[in-house]
Structures are given as C-alpha cells and as structure tokens.
C-alpha cells in the first residue's frame, strides 16, 4: 500500500524558513522522481519541484532560488527546504510520486506579513 505523509508545517514570518520532510512507504521509493505541490486556498494544486531519481533537480519559477528539493533513498525521505518565505507561500503542501496517482495528507505553511 502506498502510504505518503507531510510533515515540518507551520506558522513562520516572512523571511524565515522551514524544512518539509515527506516519508514514503509501499514502492521503490529510489527509482522514482518524486515531487512537491502546493495548494493555496481557492486555487489550484501546483507543481512547484521535483528531484528525479538521479537526484536532478527542477523548480517551479514562483520559489527557484529560494526553495531546495532533496531526497535520502536510505529513508525513503524527500525534503524540501524553503527560505526567504513569503506570505504567497501560504498553502497546503504535498509530496508525490512521478506516476502513481496517490497523495498524502499535506502539511500547512503558513507565512504572515
């Protein structure tokens, strides 16, 4: 079964910075690219980066230069590290896996003013 689950969310000021971390479970975690999103409210889900099992590495332009996507095929673990945050960062933010249809719960960031 395939299991994703978020975490590292939070309230954060402008220009601070907060780390996500996503565990994954249920596939062959090293041989897929993996991928974070975002969903602010009343918009729709967006690509924002992806680590590829290589570990390439693409950005979304909104969060290039400010956001780092990693992953530790030891432990099954994706991370994106997300500095000089903005309040347009607010969002819901999910991890998935390059063709398989499955999300997780997501982690909320919050960043005030």
């Known amino acids: 079964q395939v299991q994703l689950v978020e975490s590292g969310g939070g309230l954060v000021q402008a220009g601070g910075s907060l780390r996500l971390s996503c565990v994954v479970s249920g596939f062959t975690f090293s041989r897929n690219n993996m991928k974070w999103y975002r969903q602010a409210p009343g918009k729709e889900r967006e690509f924002i980066a992806q680590?590829?099992?290589?570990?390439?590495?693409t950005y979304a332009e909104s969060v290039k230069g400010r956001f780092t996507i990693s992953r530790d095929n030891a432990k099954n673990t994706v991370y994106l590290q997300m500095n000089s945050l903005q309040p347009e960062d607010t969002a819901v933010y999910y991890c998935?896996?390059?063709?398989?249809?499955?999300w997780g719960q997501g982690t909320q960031v919050t960043v005030s003013s």
């Open positions: 680590v590829t099992w290589s570990g390439g590495s």
């Open positions: 998935k896996a390059s063709g398989l249809n499955y």
